[in-house]
Nanobody, 123 residues
Framework: QVQLVESGGGLVESGGSLRLSCAGS????????MGWFRQAPGKEREFVAA????????YYANSVKGRFTISRDNAKNTVYLQMNSLKPEDTAVYYC????????????????WGQGTQVTVSS
């Protein structure tokens, strides 16, 4: 059974940092681009960041560029999202995704999703 499991979410003050992890199991994701998305209450799921299979190319939403960093460790089948200078508007459930075909920013292009981890940023 293919699974993606996120961890590292929590409550943090504005300006703080968190590091999210997403561990894959059931198959190797080393040949897949992987992404992070988020969904705030009452809003659609939105693209946050993505990374190529070899880690050499990264992509970010404008809202997080310069504050968030995506990385991966293929030996551990894991992708990370380092989030710095967090703002209250970053509050959301964060999801990792894999198995993308086509546009890396499109939710519907990913085959595999984790269950999500809550990130709450207090003002």
């Amino acid at each position: 059974q293919v699974q993606l499991v996120e961890s590292g979410g929590g409550l943090v003050e504005s300006g703080g940092s968190l590091r999210l992890s997403c561990a894959g199991s059931g198959r190797t994701f080393s040949s897949d681009a992987m992404g992070w998305f988020r969904q705030a209450p009452g809003k659609e799921r939105e693209f946050v960041a993505a990374i190529s299979w070899y880690g050499g190319a990264t992509y970010y939403a404008n809202s997080v560029k310069g504050r968030f960093t995506i990385s991966r460790d293929n030996a551990k089948n894991t992708v990370y999202l380092q989030m710095n200078s967090l703002k209250p508007e970053d509050t959301a459930v964060y999801y990792c995704a894999a198995g993308v075909q086509g546009s890396i920013t499109r939710v519907e292009r990913y085959d595999y999703w984790g269950q999500g981890t809550q990130v709450t940023v207090s003002s």
